[in-house]
Each structure stands twice: as structure tokens, then as C-alpha cells.
């Protein structure tokens, strides 16, 4: 398990440790099954999920499907019935890691030393109960778009189970273990991997104490303190950069005008970039004037 203070990761993570104990349990855990663990090294160990991680804000295992075959061959997909281009991901393997890990305490994984020969018991005939409180997620393109929203929701839970597909996908009868199905938007990647990394990076932000400022996940774009609306335009030192100054308001120290200028920027980008937020978002009598100014006329 990549945990808050061992240092310790999942089997075949690629890194220096091995998990050999159920280790406390965080605020919220992310048991993420996958053919390609070692992809979750490099982004899993830096900036704001490392610090999460060594605050044990949240805990992540990482688990290798390909560890719960019993072939010889270890195989994990297959030819697709019917025809047709590709290899779809087998259901047995899926189920089985998910149903073992699942059924145990969170921060369970497998001992490297069990991995292929010395498995849990488990029946490929008799469901196991999964607890109710853990959504079991598949990230598939054909999935709920990722919005700000779905991180909202995520946060609730204290333990998320995430399934990488990969190849042209997975066996139909795996989502008989799925609960939810989540994608990034209206295109394809190569498999379900960078889209755990995403889901474990917003709802990692969104933990008190994940950022250095308190309020900062609040206050990002289409997030409740912007009332879903694109954030604005930021500056820092210099306060002169080729010819272009930052604007005066912000070194006015008269605050209430600062926010004012933030909200008008915020409202002036969403309506320039994303103006169908606007319909969404909660906005003021003095927010629709300055947008009637500027041209925006509401849709029935």
C-alpha cells in the first residue's frame, strides 16, 4: 500500500517497498486495479498527492490483475466473440481481484509471494458481497463525463475502487461488480490508467489540508466558491512583464474592490470560453447587469 509514513507501495509499483501488513486506514482509500501498475509511479509520488500521502490524508493499493490468474500463461484477454479487431480483458481475472480485495480491510493487497499459486478462495459461480459503501468504478469512454460535481460526490466515500480497462475493453459481464462508470469526455485513450491518476488528483485537492491554501480547491474554476464559473485571470511579481503591468486594483489593498474585479473577470472568462456555465451558475442581480453590458443575453 502507498501509504502516509512506510514509504511502502503496492506489488510491482515500482517502488522500493513492499506492503506485508494491513497499515491504518486514511480518510480515503483508492484501491486501484490495473494491468500496468508501474504507470502510477512517477505521478503518485509527487507534489500534492505525495504530501496527501505523507499526511495520510488518503492511502493507495495497487493491484495487478494479471496477479489473479491461474493459467499458465497468465492471461488476462482474449479475441473478441463475434469478430472483429482487438482483445477484450477477460472477466474472471477483473472480478476475482476485485471481489478478493474488496472483501477485506481496506489497505489488503497481495503478498507478493502469493501472487499466481497461493491465492484467496474464490468462486467464479457465487458472487461476493461487496460492501455498499464502496463504488466500484469502471473508467470507460462510455461512462458519466468527469465533472466537478462527480469529484464532489467522490469525496463522500472512504474507500473507491477503480477499474483501469485497457485493449478495445473489458468483458461485458464485469459490470455486474460495477456501480458506477465514469470518463474524462467524448474521446479515447489507451486504457483506464490516467484516467485513476485524474480521479485520485481531484478528489485528493478537494481533502482539508491537501493544499497549502485552505480555501484553494473552493475557489478553482467550476468549483462552489466560484459558483461554477471559470476563475480569472492571476498575477505575481514582477508587477511589469514585456510592456504589460498587472491590473492597479490588485495592489490597491481596498479588498472589497478586489473581489469585485475577481468576480467580474471570472464571469467576463466563462462568457468568453464555456458560456454555457453561465445558464448553470448562480448569478447575482449585479452579475446579470455586467453581463447585459457585455453582451450576454440569457436563453430561455
Not at 72 to 86: L, N, W
Not at 174 to 198: C, N
Request: proline share 9%; with cysteine.
Amino acid at each position: 500500500m502507498i501509504g502516509s509514513d512506510s514509504g511502502e507501495c503496492a506489488p510491482d509499483a515500482g517502488g522500493d517497498f513492499v506492503e506485508t501488513q494491513i497499515d491504518t486506514l486514511q480518510p480515503i482509500h483508492f484501491d486501484i486495479f490495473t494491468l500496468f501498475p508501474t504507470m502510477f509511479a512517477g505521478p503518485l509520488d509527487e507534489s500534492i498527492i505525495r504530501r496527501a500521502l505523507d499526511k495520510a490524508l488518503i492511502s493507495i493499493c495497487l493491484h495487478n490483475i494479471r496477479d489473479f490468474t491461474t493459467d499458465r500463461h497468465h492471461i488476462c484477454d482474449d479475441t473478441p466473440y463475434g469478430g472483429g479487431g482487438g482483445m477484450i480483458m477477460k472477466p474472471e481475472p477483473i472480478v476475482r481481484a476485485v471481489e478478493t480485495v474488496l472483501t477485506r480491510p481496506a489497505g489488503w493487497s497481495l503478498a507478493p509471494d502469493d501472487v499466481y499459486v497461493n491465492l484467496p478462495p474464490w468462486s467464479p459461480e457465487t458472487p461476493a458481497v461487496l460492501p455498499a459503501a464502496t463504488p466500484v468504478i469502471l473508467l470507460t469512454p462510455q461512462g458519466r463525463p468527469l465533472t466537478q460535481t462527480v469529484v464532489a460526490g467522490l469525496v463522500q466515500s472512504r474507500r473507491l475502487a477503480l477499474i483501469c480497462g485497457r485493449y478495445e475493453g473489458i468483458d461485458e459481464r464485469v459490470r455486474q461488480i460495477v456501480t458506477d462508470e465514469i470518463s474524462l469526455g467524448d474521446y479515447v485513450i489507451s486504457g483506464g490508467e490516467l484516467a485513476a491518476m485524474i480521479i485520485v488528483d481531484a478528489v485528493t485537492r478537494q481533502l482539508p489540508g491537501a493544499l497549502g491554501y485552505a480555501l484553494g480547491a473552493h475557489q478553482d474554476s467550476h468549483s462552489p466558491g466560484l459558483d461554477g464559473l471559470l476563475e480569472g485571470p492571476q498575477y505575481t511579481r514582477p508587477p511589469l512583464f514585456r510592456n504589460q503591468a498587472i491590473p492597479p486594483v490588485l495592489i490597491s489593498g481596498h479588498h472589497a474592490n478586489v473581489n469585485r474585479w475577481r468576480r467580474e473577470q471570472a464571469l467576463l472568462e466563462t462568457l468568453a470560453k464555456r458560456p454555457e456555465l453561465l445558464m448553470r451558475a448562480t448569478l447575482s442581480p449585479k452579475d446579470l447587469a455586467f453581463l447585459d453590458a457585455h453582451g450576454w443575453t440569457p436563453v430561455a
